[in-house]
């Protein structure tokens, strides 16, 4: 079964999403701690030529991270750059928008490049490209989609059409485009007489993000424990798909974490090692710089030789790791050592395996392929916290080195 199941206590928010009775996703918001996505006036405060970047407060405890790349107009990107100096300067007020959130010592990142997501679509104002869901397949909808986009589009403002555009009426589409303009202008008038720092546009929690994101294409049950959250939903479901709304089940004040056994499956998820349903199993050591996950056999020994028991180890390795990075939120740069193979196509047989797998995953992923050493080599979009650095801190005896020295 596939369920979204939201626990609502008083200081914050969590989010577990399960597919085929295994947990795959999990999110906590503390209460008035979330920026991702937000819009703030700023103040540039730093400029550095040497890192093409500049930092920006936006009234948050650490300045916001401006690359150059998210200041330059798009059509620019391939041209003779000019420098971050000759963009912004020390003292100026910008609006800009949240992209990644604080990372360990790092602020937040932020872009000029603004989108506003809405239920069918997400304005692109600095884009006049028109795009569609790569999740809609039916060619003819595609089709449609981007004439009707062309149809209803203003000011050379683009759009990319969601999931759940598919089949929406163009009135509908062309409404919602409308209060997505119009958002937009508001957010424009705000650059030259609000003080700064300021927040001027705040995202939706992550409940209703979840809600619009996933549950509105989600094969299964959502289940929430809070009346009060439970309505919200309800009136937002409304607006987008009210036949959704009969696989919303409120169980007001339930520990519905404990009933489907969630809490035990994030304990494990906070461990290094993750045994595989073979007796094989992985070692996931994250560090600032990078993950490198570890397959080995273990205590399974196989039925016929010894690359058939190597190759269904790894198959079935692929398959969790690529659960494990979605459990953990792991991003940026992965290394996988996978068990060493001599046939060339059992290479390319686990390759495809994983990038399958990888195909589930809403954050965007990249196998580079194996290296030379054997290493698998990808990476993953960093955009929130590891799910570790909600529940660990750093040991003050050995500074996160996991040993200490000895006298």
Known sequence: MNYILIDVKK????????????LVEFYIEKHNEKILGNIYRGKVVNVLPGMEAAFVDIGEKKNAYLYIKDVLPRERYHEDKPSIEDLVKVGDDIIVQVIKEAIGTKGPKVTEHITIPSNYMVLTPYSSKVSISRKIADKDEVKRLLKVGENIKREEIGMIFRTASENIEEAKLEEELNFLIDLYRKIERERNFSPSPKLIYKEMDSINKIVRDIFINFQGKLIINN??????????????DPNAIENIEL???EDIFKTYNITDEIKKALGRKVFLRSGGYLVIDETEA????????????????LESTVLKTNLEAAEELARQLRLRNIGGIVIIDFIAMKNK???????????????????????????KLGLVEM?????????SWNYFKVCPHCDGKGKILID
């Open 379 to 387: 990476t993953r979009k960093k955009v929130r916290n590891r799910l």
């Open 227 to 240: 009346t009060d959250k439970y309505r919200d939903i309800l009136d937002l479901i409304e607006g987008i």
């Open 11 to 22: 200081d914050k928010n969590s989010i577990a999403i399960v597919e085929e009775d295994r």
């Open 345 to 371: 196509e059992d290479e390319e047989l686990l390759l495809n395996s994983l990038e399958e797998e990888l195909k589930k995953d809403r954050r965007k992923t990249s196998v580079m392929g194996i290296t």
């Open 290 to 305: 990078l993950t490198s996950i570890d397959v080995n056999t273990g205590k399974y020994i196989g039925k016929i030789d």
């Open 251 to 253: 169980r007001d004040g």
